[in-house]
């Protein structure tokens, strides 16, 4: 009996967490009620307040659940590449892949379980007044790990050009969350924003040819 409550409990946090991340990745953090986020989780809103202290608290583990998955993907790819250069630096390309095919590969593989969370980081991402703060909480350890990858791989690039670069990567990605399906229409359907694989085997060698290129102009 404890142990099926114990499911139960954890079922409708999950529920809650899901109908939070679809509607603030919708509508924004201030454009959604605690309530709207209980009727669309089908469930009482007192019990908002049981598994969470507040709307920013449900907000952070909003971010959290997912983070701590994408974090960890990330530094094993990293650590994989890196094993397989015992005797010298990874790649630039091999580098960025690892830091942009893990969230790739979980769109284009489930899609439906993440793409409102990466709308999500898209939208924080850019936003001046959650941007700075949230990113850093939730992802600069894990990225100052690969800038230190990266410079190794640029032994001669300036932490001013080293960083820019980065900024520029950071924008390239949320760009591609945000599944806008602006390339769509300007490519005539050529290209389709959603399309996940045709993004993996480009991106890495687009953004370490712009590394490349800023740590080799002096």
């Known amino acids: ?14 529920r809650i967490l899901d109908a ?3 509607l603030f ?10 309530r709207q986020i209980m009727r669309k989780a089908d469930a009482d809103v007192s019990l908002a307040y ?16 997912r983070a701590d998955t994408l974090n960890s993907l990330r530094l094993e790819a990293l650590e994989a590449v890196e094993r397989d250069h015992a ?9 960025i892949g690892a830091f942009t ?40 350890p894990l990225v100052s790990r690969f800038i230190e990858a990266l410079r190794k791989a640029l032994p001669d690039c300036s932490e001013e050009d080293l960083f820019w670069s980065y900024h520029f990567l950071s924008g390239t990605l949320t760009l591609t969350f945000a599944e806008t ?12 924003s959603s399309d996940m694989q ?7 060698a687009f953004l370490a040819a712009g590394f490349r290129a800023l740590a080799e102009r002096h």
Not at 25 to 34: D, I, K, L, N, P
Not at 50 to 65: A, G, P
Not at 125 to 140: K, P
Request: charged share 30%.
């Open 1 to 14: 009996m404890p142990r099926r409550k114990a499911e139960q409990k954890q079922k409708t946090r999950d």
């Open 20 to 22: 939070a991340e679809t």
């Open 25 to 34: 990745a919708q509508r924004g953090f201030e454009g959604v009620s605690v």
């Open 50 to 65: 049981y598994h969470f202290e507040s709307k920013q608290d449900l907000f952070d583990q909003v971010m959290l659940r």
């Open 87 to 95: 005797d010298d630096a990874p790649t630039v390309e091999e580098i």
């Open 101 to 140: 095919n893990p969230l790739l590969d979980l769109l284009a593989s489930e899609h439906e379980e993440w793409k409102h969370y990466f709308q999500l980081i898209a939208q924080i991402n850019s936003s001046t007044e959650w941007g700075g703060e949230l990113m850093t909480r939730y992802f600069d």
């Open 181 to 192: 399906g602006r390339i769509d229409n300007l490519s005539g359907g050529v290209c389709r």
């Open 198 to 204: 045709s993004i993996a085997e480009r991106m890495p």
